[in-house]
C-alpha cells in the first residue's frame, strides 16, 4: 500500500516559518514526483509545488521565493520549508504522489 504521512503543521505568526515533513511508503521519493497541494478555509484545492524524480523543483506563483520543496531519498521523504508566512497561506496541506495518492494533510494556521 502507498501512505503518505504529513507532519510539522501548527500555528505560527506571520512572517514566521514551518517545515512540513512528507513519509512516504510503498513508492519511492528518488524515482517518483512528489506534491504538495493546499485547501484554504472555503476554498477549493490548490497546488503548491511540485519535485520532480530528480532536483527540479516546481511552484505556484504566489510562494516562489517564500517555499522550498525537497526531498530525502534516505528517508524516503519529502519537506515543504514554508518561510515569510501569511495569512493567506493558512490551509490543509497535503502530500501528493500524484496524483492518485494523497496524505491526510496537516494544518497551517497564520495568525496573530
Known amino acids: 500500500d502507498v501512505q503518505l504521512v504529513e507532519s510539522g503543521g501548527g500555528l505560527v505568526q506571520p512572517g514566521g516559518s514551518l517545515r512540513l515533513s512528507c513519509a512516504v511508503s510503498g513508492v519511492t521519493v528518488s524515482t517518483n514526483w512528489v506534491c504538495w497541494v493546499r485547501q484554504a478555509p472555503g476554498k477549493g484545492l490548490e497546488w503548491v509545488s511540485c519535485?520532480?524524480?530528480?532536483?527540479?523543483?516546481y511552484y505556484v506563483d504566489s510562494v516562489k521565493g517564500r517555499f522550498t520543496i525537497s526531498k530525502e531519498n534516505a528517508k524516503n521523504t519529502a519537506y515543504l520549508q514554508m518561510n515569510s508566512l501569511k495569512s493567506e497561506d493558512t490551509a490543509v496541506y497535503y502530500c501528493v504522489s500524484p496524483w492518485d495518492y494523497w496524505g491526510q494533510g496537516t494544518q497551517v494556521t497564520v495568525s496573530s
Open positions: 519535485i520532480n524524480r530528480g532536483t527540479t523543483t
